[in-house]
């Protein structure tokens, strides 16, 4: 199940349409869940509770521990997790941090 700012849920198709623009898909699942049900193609894993430390780090530490570019707060970001409500926490998180 995925999550947006601006619409709280997405479809697929949706999701597709918004990997060709410039979004950064970060996966809150755990990494044995990635691990036993696959990898989302261009999607990044931060597990939920990585996630607040994750996008306070110093950008040179992002990019070093997930291997992307940290997000600034104005960019586009969709997360995403198995049944929805790790997404919605993860939406809640982002927003309390100053994304939007």
Not at 9 to 36: G, P
Not at 64 to 82: R, T, W
């Amino acid at each position: 199940s995925l999550c947006a700012g601006g619409a709280p849920s997405l479809s697929y198709e949706e999701l597709k349409d918004l990997k060709k623009t410039n979004v950064l898909h970060i996966d809150v699942r755990e990494r044995w869940e990635i691990d036993r049900a696959g990898k989302i193609p261009a999607s990044i894993n931060i597990p939920l509770g990585e996630l607040v430390e994750a996008l306070q780090m110093d950008p040179a530490e992002f990019k070093e521990q997930y291997n992307q570019k940290m997000p600034a707060k104005s960019d586009p970001v969709v997360f995403s997790c198995l049944a929805g409500t790790r997404s919605k926490q993860a939406l809640g998180f982002a927003k309390s941090l100053g994304f939007s």
